[in-house]
């Protein structure tokens, strides 16, 4: 819950705070019985974000970004590259890892080499062990290596945790993992939903990643939409912050067939709900040691170039068509009228620079894969949000009245590089003949408030965390 503190009255503390300091920041798994699922209602599916990348590799070995500028055509970055290049380092030194965080990964089916295949991604980068925790909810039906759903989800799963991981390598990482079968008519939305609630009323997570969604007009009424919300309704209770990938086709998104696209701008849900930060997709430019050698752009592969056989990512944006504009967009309105507008921050999401991910789950393609798209960006904030809740040495909960604090703040030149926002100008996301939006100065629905520098975000964050919440 939020007080009624005014804009102005935040912006002033906050300026103050800036002003007067330096920011700089000094698998067991258990079986959960089902829960009950509401009245049955005729939803949608549930995609996974990942539904929309395409491995471009796979590799016994990772490649350098040279090397695969080279050798493949387009860049390619790890997880080291990543903590360099959002200034990252800096808070490892300090002690700011994550540690007494938890971040929840929410998916169906997950992967049964989710454990192993994280352990080979740690080994190779230097990242510290970690146990997962896995609980299942349901009866988990048999992995089947053919059938595409399962390995999609399986991608998701392992993408999530490999990325939350590199990112707040200290955060104890939940994976909540349901047992529907969609190819029986069940769209999976209830079971993801149960899964959080449960989760969230055991006070397990501090930080939701989930990677997936369906475009607003998929949806018959948006009385499912508001009859779904009940666990993000409970992750403002209790001070969870809840995250969400935005679409990977631009201003468009993925249509109720499951593989047209529909042929109009539209939102994705979650990531247009009030309660949800929902994360869109950017390019850096970053070498091989991790210095950025460009600003970041918006990710489009139409732009930036992939080849004709790997899907083009397009990071999403736009304004939801159920839900209003909330009082922290309310400087927004000449952007996006009456309506919530998407995404609210960016990551690194497209296939011209993919990240490195370890999985083994299909034994005929085990090794190391490039996967793009807001499956990625989505679980690197998930790890940026667990580094600023260790420094606030509590849980933020839905961040976005703190963010938007800092994205007003991040205008002001005499102190905007504190606040850790970096904006980007660059590039837009239409796609497949859907007019998406540009990006520019300050907010946008191409990239939202930009992306971040994470040594000053994150102290940022908290400072303002502590100014907008009750």
Same mark, same amino acid.
């Given at each position: 819950?939020?007080?009624?503190?005014?804009?102005?009255?935040?912006?002033?503390?906050?300026?103050?705070? *800036?002003?007067?300091?330096?920011? =700089?920041?000094?698998? +067991?798994?258990?079986?959960?019985?089902?829960?009950?699922?509401?009245?049955?209602?005729?939803?949608?599916?549930?995609?996974?974000?990942?539904?929309?990348?395409?491995?471009? #590799?796979?590799?016994?070995?990772?490649?350098?970004? =040279?090397?695969?500028?080279?050798?493949?055509?387009?860049?390619?970055?790890?997880?080291?590259?990543? !903590?360099?290049?959002?200034?990252?380092?800096?808070?490892?030194?300090?002690?700011?890892?994550?540690?007494? #965080?938890?971040?929840?990964?929410?998916?169906?089916?997950?992967?049964?080499?989710?454990?192993?295949?994280?352990?080979?991604?740690?080994? !190779?980068?230097?990242?510290?062990?970690?146990?997962?925790?896995?609980?299942?909810?349901?009866?988990?039906?048999?992995?089947?290596?053919?059938?595409?759903?399962?390995? #999609?989800?399986?991608? $998701?799963?392992?993408?999530?945790?490999?990325?939350?991981?590199?990112?707040?390598?200290?955060?104890?990482?939940?994976?909540?993992?349901?047992?529907?079968?969609?190819?029986?008519?069940?769209?999976?939305?209830? $079971?993801?939903?149960?899964?959080?609630?449960?989760?969230?009323?055991?006070?397990?997570?501090?930080?939701?990643?989930?990677?997936?969604?369906?475009?607003?007009?998929?949806?018959?009424d948006p009385s499912q939409i508001l009859?779904?919300?009940?666990?993000?309704?409970?992750?403002?209770?209790?001070?969870?912050?809840?995250?969400?990938?935005?679409?990977?086709?631009?201003?468009?998104? *993925?249509?109720?067939?499951?593989?047209?696209?529909?042929?109009?701008? +539209?939102?994705?849900?979650? #990531?247009?709900?009030?309660?949800?930060?929902?994360?869109?997709?950017?390019?850096?430019?970053?070498?091989?040691?991790?210095?950025?050698?460009?600003?970041?752009?918006?990710?489009?592969?139409?732009?930036?170039?992939?080849?004709?056989?790997?899907?083009?990512?397009?990071?999403?944006?736009? $304004?939801?068509?159920?839900?209003?504009?909330?009082?922290? !967009?309310?400087?927004?309105?000449?952007?996006?009228?009456?309506?919530?507008? !998407?995404?609210?921050?960016?990551?690194?999401?497209?296939?011209?620079?993919?990240?490195?991910?370890?999985?083994?789950?299909?034994?005929?393609?085990?090794?190391?894969?490039?996967?793009?798209?807001? =499956?990625?960006?989505?679980?690197?904030?998930?790890?940026?949000?667990?580094?600023?809740?260790?420094?606030?040495?509590?849980?933020?909960?839905?961040?976005?009245?703190?963010?938007?604090?800092?994205?007003?703040?991040?205008?002001?030149?005499?102190?905007?590089?504190?606040?850790?926002?970096?904006?980007?100008?660059?590039?837009?996301?239409?796609?497949?003949?859907?007019?998406?939006?540009?990006?520019?100065?300050?907010?946008?629905?191409a990239s939202g408030w930009g992306t971040?520098?994470?040594?000053?975000?994150?102290?940022?964050? +908290?400072?303002?965390?502590?100014?907008?919440? $009750?």
């Open positions: 819950m939020r007080k009624g503190r005014s804009a102005a009255s935040c912006t002033a503390a906050l300026v103050t705070a *800036i002003a007067a300091a330096t920011l =700089s920041a000094p698998a +067991a798994t258990t079986s959960v019985p089902p829960v009950a699922a509401p009245a049955a209602y005729a939803l949608p599916r549930a995609i996974p974000a990942s539904a929309g990348a395409t491995t471009l #590799a796979v590799l016994p070995t990772p490649l350098s970004s =040279s090397q695969c500028l080279a050798q493949l055509g387009r860049r390619c970055y790890s997880p080291l590259q990543y !903590q360099k290049a959002y200034d990252i380092t800096p808070l490892y030194r300090s002690g700011i890892t994550g540690k007494g #965080a938890t971040i929840m990964v929410v998916v169906s089916y997950g992967s049964p080499t989710l454990q192993h295949d994280l352990d080979v991604f740690d080994a !190779q980068w230097g990242l510290p062990a970690t146990t997962l925790d896995i609980r299942q909810f349901g009866t988990m039906p048999p992995f089947d290596p053919t059938n595409g759903d399962m390995v #999609a989800w399986a991608i $998701e799963a392992t993408l999530d945790v490999q990325y939350a991981h590199a990112i707040a390598p200290g955060a104890k990482i939940v994976v909540a993992a349901t047992s529907v079968d969609e190819t029986q008519g069940e769209t999976g939305f209830p $079971e993801l939903m149960n899964a959080e609630k449960s989760l969230i009323d055991q006070g397990v997570g501090d930080v939701i990643s989930q990677s997936f969604g369906t475009m607003e007009p998929d949806f018959a009859g779904l919300r009940y666990a993000y309704k409970d992750a403002a209770a209790h001070h969870v912050s809840v995250l969400a990938p935005d679409s990977d086709n631009g201003a468009t998104g *993925i249509a109720l067939d499951g593989n047209s696209l529909l042929p109009f701008a +539209a939102a994705a849900w979650p #990531a247009s709900d009030p309660l949800v930060t929902a994360i869109g997709g950017s390019f850096p430019l970053i070498a091989d040691d991790g210095t950025r050698l460009a600003p970041d752009v918006v990710a489009n592969d139409n732009v930036l170039g992939v080849p004709s056989d790997v899907y083009p990512i397009v990071g999403g944006g736009g $304004e939801s068509t159920v839900f209003a504009r909330p009082s922290w !967009q309310d400087g927004l309105s000449v952007i996006s009228g009456n309506h919530r507008a !998407q995404p609210d921050i960016s990551m690194s999401a497209a296939h011209a620079g993919a990240g490195w991910s370890y999985q083994s789950f299909v034994p005929s393609d085990a090794g190391w894969h490039l996967i793009g798209g807001t =499956s990625e960006s989505c679980p690197l904030f998930a790890g940026v949000v667990a580094l600023a809740e260790q420094a606030a040495g509590h849980r933020l909960g839905n961040i976005d009245p703190a963010l938007y604090l800092l994205g007003h703040l991040s205008q002001i030149p005499w102190v905007g590089a504190e606040t850790g926002i970096v904006d980007i100008t660059s590039g837009n996301n239409s796609d497949h003949g859907v007019t998406g939006h540009n990006a520019g100065p300050g907010y946008d629905e971040v520098d994470v040594a000053k975000f994150v102290p940022a964050l +908290a400072l303002a965390d502590n100014l907008t919440r $009750e």
